[in-house]
């Protein structure tokens, strides 16, 4: 519950009221990176869905949410070296998925 609450606190220091996808200089990839390494942090430590997506409605980060489906569609792994191996990864992942899209724009 810890982490759950990092989360939140994480997700409300992050103000992006005003982001816009639309414009593509605006898309801040070290961003993207933050909150999915905070997503797949809840995800690996076994919080539900339903409950992250929650905290992001309630910090009206509700766009996001296709990176707490993209994290939940990824295996929970049991240990701390794999669950930070996941975490890495993952922010990786959608960090390199942002600058290719901002390379096309």
């Known amino acids: 519950m810890k982490k759950l609450i990092i989360l939140a606190v994480a997700l409300f220091a992050f103000n992006v009221s005003a982001y816009e996808v639309e414009e593509p ?16 942090e809840a995800r690996q430590s076994g919080h539900e869905v339903t409950l992250v997506i929650e ?12 990176l707490i489906l993209e ?12 669950q930070e191996r996941a975490i890495t990864e993952f922010a990786n992942d959608i960090f390199l998925q942002c600058e290719k899209l901002r390379e096309e724009k």
């Open 55 to 66: 905290y992001f409605e309630a910090a009206k980060l509700s766009s996001f949410k296709f």
């Open 25 to 40: 200089l605006k898309i801040d990839c070290p961003m993207f990176h933050k909150i999915s390494k905070a997503v797949m």
């Open 71 to 82: 994290a939940y569609k990824r295996p929970r792994y049991m240990g701390e070296q794999l």
